[in-house]
């Protein structure tokens, strides 16, 4: 499981989203398939998938192609990140994950910024693949200045994320010279089909899995690592509910965070069933027992 750098600097242990399963791991698989996507999204002909360095931060994926000498080949820093919720602070998001990544990357170069000449950095581009509910069109930018208290229509201080719908029926040409990324929004798609038929989450993605393995999705990846993806699929997609309920419901951004820290503590001093404390802190079952985890992976390490 990889790791997830907070600001701080600490590192995290956390459950993959099913994206960083597909296209953020150290394999020779994932390699290949972040090279197809980094290509189709960027118009390149890349060819080695060694090219690519790979970082996470708060499942973003975080790509930048290998320093030869002193400077990028393409002389670009590109983070990917899938949404499946219109979060319209994306560029506030991106700004802030940027700062850290060119302190990260200043540092790794040896250089500072009290010198008199001028400091060259990587061209940012932050790209949203999105695939929620919310109609979007095929590419939007969102803006930072959307977010100012006071308009300003100078240009001067913005910050962009270029939102990709992913959606069935949006950037089909993306798609298909993407195969990785098709195969997976096929999957995705068919969960949420399931869904709208009545199925329960839990029958939703097994019969989704299976229709992946017998159309050969991802050239057998979920057939090899069906356990892993059922794991994943359930949290995510229950999480993904949660969050939609929580912002139609009108609660404050930092509900989920408060009731997990609750859950934590419940579970810390055993009261209650898994099935109790979800009931109790309003957290679905899935995040719960995750939760719980965590907490036990901390236990044995004290």
């Known amino acids: 499981m990889p790791n997830e750098i907070t600001p701080s600097g600490t590192v995290n242990h956390y459950k993959d989203r099913l994206f960083i399963s597909i296209f953020g791991k150290d394999n020779d698989q994932s390699k290949k398939w972040r090279l197809d996507l980094y290509n189709a999204l960027r118009g390149t002909n890349y060819t080695d998938p060694d090219a690519l360095e790979l970082n996470t931060i708060e499942n973003v994926i975080y790509l930048t192609m290998r320093n030869d000498v002193s400077f990028l ?28 990544l060119y302190q990260m990357y200043l540092a790794k170069q040896g250089r500072h910024l ?8 990587p061209n ?23 977010a100012f208290e006071k308009e300003d229509k100078s240009g001067r201080y913005e910050w962009t994320a270029e939102l990709i719908n992913i959606n069935p029926n949006h950037n089909q040409v993306l798609q298909k010279k993407c195969k990785p990324l098709y195969d997976y929004v096929r999957y995705v798609s068919r969960v949420k089909e399931n869904k709208k038929k009545g199925m329960s989450l839990r029958e939703a993605v097994d019969d989704a899995i299976e229709w992946a393995i017998k159309e050969d999705l991802l050239d ?3 057939r090899i690592q069906k356990e892993e993806i059922l794991a994943n699929s359930l949290t995510e ?9 929580i912002h139609q419901e009108g609660y404050d951004e930092g509900s989920f965070q408060k009731a997990s820290d609750a ?4 579970l810390a001093m055993n009261l209650g069933t898994h099935e109790q404390i979800a009931h109790a802190v309003g957290l679905p079952l899935e995040k719960v027992k995750e939760l719980a985890q965590v907490n036990a992976g901390e236990g044995s390490r004290k």
Do not use: C, H, W
């Open 114 to 121: 009290f010198r008199t000449s001028i400091v060259k950095i």
């Open 73 to 100: 080949v393409d002389s670009q820093m590109t983070l990917f990140e899938q949404q499946s919720t219109f979060n319209p602070n994306m560029p506030l998001r991106g700004l802030m994950y940027f700062a850290q």
């Open 220 to 222: 057998g990846f979920f």
């Open 124 to 146: 940012p581009q932050f790209i949203v693949l999105y695939n929620g509910t919310r109609e979007t069109d095929d590419r939007e930018f969102l803006k930072l200045s959307d």
């Open 263 to 266: 859950a934590r503590n419940l």
């Open 237 to 245: 997609f229950d999480e993904e509910e949660f969050i939609r309920d």
